[in-house]
């Protein structure tokens, strides 16, 4: 691994991945990736199951630790170094399928955390800002509950507050809205679309075309740990390229 | 399946019109009392008869209980011993730190109480405890025999309701100086009871085995947090040191333990160096409810899903700060019930201490009952002592439950 070294791709690059590899024992999860997304860029994946796509978003705030390629995340490349990790880290939030709130925390402790207890934010600011956050994504009375005392749809959107209370350069989302109740699911995407709308770089592995049509910029196709194909959403939509991207839409469409 | 379904949906809807589809026990009038015991005790000739011998059973030994505790028993022997069942031999003209310890701890656990439970006096409560404190006044009443230890016992009592009444009105407010006060409870306790000339070697009977529990009780338990994080620690040095460290000592008897303390440790110890006897003990069963208290903790980390750490890494959290904010929260209070229960288990197995001749409660009550004025007697020397162990064990029990009430809140 070598040292952190800015991307060469120019400053608007925000994530690059070149040639990335991943190995689960005898498994290649991740084969040959290649792609980039610049500042500001919301990037949809899509792919069947097992197709390496939550993996290759993993790699990226290196839940997954890749094996070869490499990855420079705003300018820093992912290596074993664990400050370059921990800091890599608080510049991207992750939002996930199933929420992972702390049950044992009230929604505000939840999101104020990370920033009182990594950035050293004094109580009352990382409190103010938690506050700002729930109003934008409209559940401030629930401040003082419990994440069971909420639904779905509001543990999601206080796990995105949670998620921007570290003021991330970066979100990535595993599929959101999968574990979610179908009337929930929209005020969760209203709250990811206003998030594409203010100019955030977003990573989003989502089966709902509703919203890759509407904030997505471009659609990364995954199948069998590859990159098979790369094409704005009215593009991949209408007219995809390879058979294996008309099977797979042909069954969710 | 999904054949047949439409046709069941169809047949349910149809029912629900009606009446629920699920029958539910008609709620009539509520029964009678002849007629609950006819339904509940006497349904069949089976049922019957069982009912019969196993109320004449509670019968019989209820009633032969009760005149053993009554009218048979004489108890002298306890009477006679009540301050060495407390204190063992501690020194009668330094007594009175015992009592000031009463009182400081009196006062700490009323102004806890109060500012932990409102006020609720339901009639069960009540009916529940008046009887058990006029038993327990009576007991009081009956056993002792100095005007001026009911007095103090009064005054300790006293400072209970007290400091019950300052919690209820001072409540939120005093959470913090309350910590501090259990904090500093125990080195201060310590500090009254041994210091200038009464030496720890002095304590005995139940105050011994309440000090040796608690100092056993607050020094494993971080002790075996520390085993338990050691143990998942991804250097192998230090996982299998901890793994080495609780599978040792779990696999010896914790009586082996105590002797070895004893008879053992102080050849391991550098010339010269020397502690007392009751403070190798404590050091030996420290090591012993460690070991436990890690694997306790160890079920609970696992109990943790494996998001939770996905999540305070994604966070940027650090490996420590993911530990001691996410994880071990979460472990301590799914781990309560298994940790009281240990914790009760250490303080029955104070009596342990009594193979190694302390004086502690259990070896105090033998020792009474083989006194010469009380031989024949050892069943009213022995049950004061089985007494005064339930007491406090089921006080640590309630005192469980309460806490899991408490910080249940948000459990999913």
Request: proline share 5%; net charge positive; hydrophobic share 50%.
């Amino acid at each position: 691994m070598s040292d952190a070294q800015p991307s060469r791709a120019g400053d608007d690059t925000m994530i690059l991945a070149e040639d990335v590899e991943k190995w689960f024992g005898h498994f290649q999860a991740l084969n040959g990736i290649t792609t980039s997304v610049r500042r500001g860029e919301v990037v949809v994946v899509m792919g069947p199951s097992g197709s390496g796509k939550s993996t290759f978003i993993r790699t990226l705030n290196r839940l997954e630790r890749h094996d070869r390629g490499r990855i420079v995340v705003d300018g820093i490349e992912l290596s074993d170094d664990i400050r370059n990790i921990e800091r890599i880290r608080s510049e991207i939030g992750m939002v996930f399928q199933s929420f992972n709130l702390f049950p044992h925390l009230t929604v505000v402790d939840n999101i104020t955390l990370a920033p009182r207890n990594v950035r050293r934010w004094p109580k009352a600011t990382a409190a103010d800002k938690a506050m700002q956050l729930l109003e934008r994504v409209g559940i401030p009375e629930q401040a003082k509950k419990y994440p069971a005392q909420l639904s779905g749809g509001q543990q999601q959107r206080v796990a995105i507050a949670r998620a921007l209370a570290m003021e991330p350069r970066i979100m990535l989302f595993d599929e959101p809205t999968s574990a979610l109740d179908p009337e929930m699911i929209k005020e969760v995407l209203d709250v990811m679309e206003e998030l594409a709308g203010s100019g955030m770089t977003m990573v989003v592995i989502t089966h709902e075309i509703g919203f890759a049509r509407e904030a997505g910029d471009r659609v990364l196709f995954f199948d069998a740990g590859r990159l098979v194909e790369e094409a704005p959403p009215d593009v991949f939509f209408t007219s995809p390229q390879t058979e294996r991207a008309q099977l797979f839409l042909s069954q969710i469409l | 399946m999904s054949g047949a379904l439409p046709g069941d949906l169809e047949r349910a809807s149809v029912r629900v019109d009606e009446e629920p589809a699920v029958q539910v026990a008609p709620l009539g009038p509520p029964l009678t009392r002849a007629e609950w015991i006819r339904r509940n005790l006497f349904s069949t000739w089976f049922n019957g008869s069982l009912t019969v011998l196993s109320g004449a059973l509670v019968l019989f030994l209820g009633f032969h209980f009760l005149r053993f505790v009554f009218v048979t028993a004489d108890w002298s022997v306890f009477r006679a011993n009540l301050r060495v069942y407390m204190v063992g031999r501690f020194p009668l003209e330094h007594i009175w730190r015992v009592w000031a310890v009463t009182f400081f701890l009196a006062g700490l656990i009323g102004v806890s109480r109060g500012v932990l439970t409102p006020a609720r006096w339901t009639r069960r409560r009540l009916l529940v405890v008046s009887p058990a404190a006029a038993l327990g006044v009576g007991a009081a009443l009956y056993l002792v025999r100095s005007a001026l230890v009911w007095t103090l016992m009064g005054v300790a009592a006293a400072t209970y309701v007290a400091g019950v009444a300052a919690g209820r009105r001072l409540g939120r407010r005093l959470v913090r100086p309350l910590l501090v006060g259990w904090l500093l409870a125990f080195p201060f306790v310590v500090v009254v009871l041994s210091f200038g000339d009464v030496g720890a070697d002095r304590w005995g009977g139940l105050l011994l085995n309440v000090i040796v529990a608690v100092a056993v009780i607050a020094l494993s338990f971080p002790l075996g947090i520390l085993l338990a994080l050691g143990r998942q620690s991804s250097l192998p040095a230090i996982s299998w040191f901890c793994v080495g460290f609780i599978e040792l000592i779990r696999g010896v008897p914790l009586l082996t333990l105590l002797i070895f303390g004893r008879f053992v440790l102080i050849l391991l110890l550098p010339p010269g160096v020397a502690f007392a006897q009751i403070v190798r003990a404590i050091f030996m069963f420290t090591l012993f409810s460690s070991a436990y208290v890690a694997e306790i903790v160890r079920g609970g980390l696992q109990g943790v899903p494996e998001g939770q750490y996905e999540a305070a890494r994604a966070l940027g959290l650090s490996t420590t700060r993911t530990l001691a904010l996410v994880a071990l929260p979460q472990a301590l209070r799914t781990t309560i019930p298994p940790m009281i229960g240990h914790f009760i288990s250490v303080f029955k197995d104070t009596s342990l201490l009594a193979a190694l001749s302390f004086s502690e409660l259990l070896f105090t009550a033998r020792r009474a009952s083989q006194a010469f004025e009380f031989i024949g007697h050892q069943a009213e020397a022995l049950l004061p002592a089985a007494l005064l162990f339930w007491m406090i064990a089921f006080a640590m029990s309630r005192w469980s439950q309460r806490v899991e009430t408490r910080v249940g809140v948000g459990e999913r």
